[in-house]
């Protein structure tokens, strides 16, 4: 087999893992749950305003990366519980920061909606 056709199965290999990872955090993970539905919303709310080419970017760019976000922030909680499931002031650091990573995205995300909509609605 050629090194091509390894590199291109590999790739496709890692493609399928990474659709069941996001499927996983769709099926299990409330918080990404939440995003998702509220990206539908906003999803339904830019073709209700005909938000322009450049506004469905900013928001499409909102929505992936808080929930991408999100996906790390559940992952590194479910490394710090595998390696020390009790309490530890470190693995409450990691959690926390991981936590303010999402929030970061999140508050990015409230200031990019309301540059977009409240021109649409005063
Ligand atoms: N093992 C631990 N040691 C120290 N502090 C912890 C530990 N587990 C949780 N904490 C503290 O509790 C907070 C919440 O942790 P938890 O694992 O419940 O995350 P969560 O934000 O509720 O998770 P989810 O995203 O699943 O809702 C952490 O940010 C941290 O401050």
């Known amino acids: 087999m050629?090194?091509?056709?390894?590199?291109?199965?590999?790739r496709l290999r890692g493609t399928k893992y990474a659709v069941k990872g996001a499927l996983l955090l769709l099926k299990t993970e409330p918080s990404i749950q939440v995003q998702a539905g509220i990206g539908v919303v906003m999803t339904?709310?830019?073709f209700y305003f005909e938000?322009?080419?450049?506004?469905?970017?900013?928001?499409?760019?909102?929505?992936?990366?808080?929930?991408?976000?999100e996906?790390?922030?559940?992952?590194?909680?479910?490394?710090?519980?595998?390696?020390?499931?009790?309490?530890?002031?470190?693995?409450?650091?990691?959690?926390d920061v991981?936590?303010?990573?999402?929030?970061i995205a999140a508050v990015t995300a409230v200031i990019i909606g309301g540059i977009i909509y409240l021109p649409y609605l005063l």
Do not use: C, R
């Open 98 to 103: 991981a936590a303010g990573a999402v929030f």
């Open 51 to 69: 938000i322009t080419a450049t506004e469905w970017i900013l928001q499409t760019f909102a929505i992936g990366l808080i929930m991408s976000i």
């Open 2 to 10: 050629g090194n091509i056709t390894k590199f291109i199965q590999g």
């Open 44 to 46: 339904i709310a830019g």
């Open 71 to 95: 996906g790390l922030n559940t992952a590194a909680e479910a490394i710090a519980d595998f390696v020390h499931p009790d309490y530890h002031d470190k693995i409450g650091f990691i959690k």
